[in-house]
């Protein structure tokens, strides 16, 4: 089973990341993830840039509203994933609770990844993403 | 706002346990120098652990919790002793010196241990059932119920095995370490072939109906994945790593939705997990790097990224596969690798090529008990157009298959044969 470690936290909780040294958040990250990859259990995993460098399209309105930086009234800004591939959803969760520099305001959203064989087969859409999947080895 | 998780409390220990049993027994075991003991005292902390947590909560350092507990018991047990036995009596006087987990929880040390670990559980003096529910209790983390059901096995039966085997372990006095270099390739060959057999075990039930037995298959291909990576710089790791990635890409086509099994030949090639079968080439590609040859794992590998990169049967490149077969069969000689030549022969020059080879087989009374043999050269019979002696290849291949669904695939094809067309 597949599992996304899907990484959140408040505007504070980031910016609480600016005080510590970037070496030791690569060196707590890493150790984290080496432990998983020893383990045999991470299959991918990617982090975001900064909430500011980003943009958000807000389909509230007609036509939508574009703005950059953070998500202005989102309590949570998105920071990264992993999936894991492991046995169950308890042993996702304890992976979970594992990740290094969490603290108040953080939090991990824990969902299984659907597989395209639980899509219907004979859909024309279906059979064009497995192509497109086939093609590029995607997950 | 989500109520707090349904997951019950057993579930979440279980959970802590399948990631950390192998680095729990492994510390207990270099601390205490007695494998037998420390798989003792961790199955105590995790009985404890079922009590408790559940009463107190989980632990915020669970794996640490689980070590201290092991180790607080292996000291009382050793000052127990120590009135006995001298050489109790000064572990026990060192463990007081060194107090605290950081002794046991030593980083460096930890990959070592999981592959000493590796290498007693699957030491040549055990059987090879016992290799393997050792192997899946201390390193996979799974209770005796686990591997019973898994092997089809009552758990009486399981419980017996793990006891005989560190009664074997103890009696022969098998040190808990990574084995010397001129051992070393020989107790590696035993772990990867248990992995092996685990995979096997998962993927193509003995007996039973179940086809493929996924969750087996898949401990398997992680247990894989580790040995892979704490030993990176020989072939065979990560060639069996490769092969397992690579057939267990087949899995979502092995089967249809009615559960009935499909043969690669007319498997929807669109199923395959493609990401799997990235990993399988890169761990392959990561083997032909070591600079050493490939070994036999290596080989089926190949072998099987020859099926996982071609678009149909057709574009697959059998002539490769003929040669990766003759490579295969002077280094693991065997009928099957013969029988498999064969077909491959079959598919590159045609079915008379290799009925030769199948008939030299049948007279070496080699394979003789295996519906195999059977089924092959009915399928060869089949293309040749002798459509009777096919018939009655696979009458017998029919009375010699154990599987039932495989069997009802051979009844299917007989069925078809016996068709006016």
């Known amino acids: 089973m597949k599992y996304m470690l899907i990484m959140r936290a408040t505007e504070d909780a980031f910016a609480s990341f600016q005080a510590i040294e970037f070496d030791e958040i690569v060196a707590e990250v890493g150790r984290f993830n080496q432990e998983m990859i020893s383990a045999g259990v991470l299959v991918a995993a990617e982090g975001l840039d900064d909430a500011e460098q980003g943009v958000v399209v807000d389909f509230s309105s007609e036509p939508p509203v574009v703005t950059d930086g953070p998500y202005g009234e989102a309590k949570e800004l998105f920071g990264g994933f992993y999936i894991l591939e492991v046995a169950s959803k308890e042993e996702a969760v304890e992976w979970a609770k594992r990740a290094p520099m969490t603290g108040p305001g953080m939090k991990t959203e824990v969902r299984r990844v659907t597989s395209i064989d639980e899509m219907p087969q004979d859909n024309e859409w279906i059979a064009k993403e497995r192509a497109w999947r086939e093609a590029t080895g995607q997950l | ?421």
Not at chain 2, 14 to 41: C, M
Request: proline share 5%; with cysteine.
């Open chain 2, 1 to 421: 706002m989500g109520t707090v998780s349904g997951s019950s409390d057993r579930q979440a220990v279980e959970a802590v346990w399948r990631i950390e049993s192998a680095r729990i027994v492994g510390s207990l075991a270099r601390y205490t120098g007695d494998f037998a003991l420390a798989e003792d005292l961790a199955q105590e902390a995790l009985a404890e652990a079922l009590v408790t947590w559940p009463r107190d909560g989980v632990p915020r350092n669970p794996a640490g919790w689980l070590l201290t507990v092991g180790r607080r018991r292996a000291i009382d047990g050793f000052r127990r002793r120590s009135a006995l036995d001298e050489r109790y009596a000064a572990i026990a006087r060192e463990t007081d010196a060194a107090e605290g987990d950081d002794v046991l929880w030593d980083p460096d040390q930890i990959d070592d241990d999981v592959l000493a670990l590796m290498f007693i559980s699957c030491h040549p003096v055990l059987s090879r059932e016992a290799r393997v529910a050792l192997t899946l209790r201390v390193l996979g983390g799974l209770n005796s119920d686990e591997i019973a059901r898994a092997f089809l096995v009552p758990t009486a039966t399981v419980q017996a095995r793990i006891t005989r085997a560190k009664k074997t372990l103890a009696a022969a006095q098998v040190p808990f370490e990574v084995p010397p270099a001129d051992e070393r390739q020989e107790r590696m060959g035993s772990v990867l072939s248990v992995i092996y057999l685990i995979f096997t075990e998962g993927s193509t039930a003995t007996s039973g109906a179940d086809w493929i037995r996924t969750d087996l298959a898949r401990e398997a291909v992680r247990l894989a994945r580790v040995v892979a990576h704490l030993v990176p710089d020989e072939p065979e790791p990560q060639g069996l790593l490769a092969l397992l990635e690579l057939t267990a890409a087949r899995f979502p086509a092995r089967v249809d939705r009615g559960g009935e099994p499909v043969l690669l030949e007319q498997q929807d090639r669109g199923r395959w997990d493609r990401a799997a079968i990235r990993r399988g080439s890169a761990a392959l590609a990561r083997a032909v790097g070591v600079g050493r040859g490939l070994g036999a794992y290596g080989l089926q590998a190949a072998i099987a990224e020859c099926h996982a990169v071609a678009a149909s049967v057709d574009d697959t490149d059998w002539e490769r596969i003929v040669l990766l077969y003759e490579a295969l069969g002077r280094l693991a000689p065997s009928p099957v690798v013969e029988l498999n030549r064969a077909v491959a022969i079959s598919m590159a020059q045609g079915p008379a090529s290799a009925l030769p080879i199948v008939g030299r087989l049948v007279e070496s009374g080699a394979l003789s008990g295996s519906h195999l043999l059977p089924s092959v050269r009915a399928e060869l019979l089949t293309r040749l157009g002798r459509v009777d002696e096919a018939a009655a290849e696979l009458d017998l291949a029919v009375r010699l298959c154990g599987n039932e669904r495989e069997r009802a695939l051979l009844e299917g094809k007989r069925e078809a044969l016996r068709m006016p067309r």
